[in-house]
């Protein structure tokens, strides 16, 4: 079994981690310490964690460390364009391949976060367009499937004291009204 070596950190009150170099940035810059839950963390210049040395050592806020490394610090193409000729060939390159995730399902904790973060995000009206044309034709998912006495009683009681949908217009002028 390949063994790794640990990064030794130390627990900080809001439950996180920070590496070794904090001390190091803290001993070298007294008039700048980084302090626990002020937002601040180390960035290691070369991107290895055991390597300490004070110039290797960077002060960055945790949304600029992130932004960094999410926009290409060590991988040179990330967050890059590919022109759509690059695009085909990588397409044509994986054709067949199966996704590294595919089958595995999500826990239920992973689903209620997905749900939660997806609430409330408005869809533009191509995105509304496209979801209606690709559901055209087909039943709605409850189509045949009949309510529960139940369900049906909690409508019931949720409906009352409302006027109809139709407003009192009798079944016999609903076509002539539309038609109007």
């Known amino acids: 079994m390949k063994r790794t070596k640990q990064i030794r950190t130390r627990k900080v009150r809001d439950g996180g981690r920070h590496s070794e170099g904090w001390k190091v940035w803290n001993k070298h810059h007294p008039e700048d ?3 626990a839950d002020t937002g601040y963390v180390i960035h290691h210049k070369d991107h290895n964690p055991f390597n300490n040395s004070p110039h290797n050592l960077q002060k960055m806020t945790h949304s600029e460390h992130s932004r960094y490394h999410a926009t290409g610090g ?6 890059k364009k590919f ?4 695009r085909e060939k990588i397409s044509a390159a994986l054709k067949g391949h199966k996704a590294w995730n595919k089958g595995i399902p999500l826990s239920e904790e992973h689903k209620r976060k997905v749900s939660i973060s997806l609430k ?3 869809k ?3 995105a509304r367009q496209k979801q209606s044309e690709s559901m055209r034709g087909k039943p709605a998912w409850n189509r045949g499937i009949p309510l529960s006495e139940d369900h049906k009683r909690r409508l019931s009681e949720s409906k009352r004291g ?3 949908w139709n407003k009192g217009i009798p079944r016999s ?5 539309t038609q109007v």
């Open 74 to 79: 060590r991988n040179p193409l990330k967050g």
């Open 33 to 35: 310490p980084i302090l």
């Open 162 to 164: 409302r006027p109809a």
């Open 120 to 122: 409330g995000i408005p």
């Open 83 to 86: 022109s759509k000729e690059h």
């Open 173 to 177: 002028e609903w076509n002539l009204r």
């Open 124 to 126: 533009s009206e191509a």
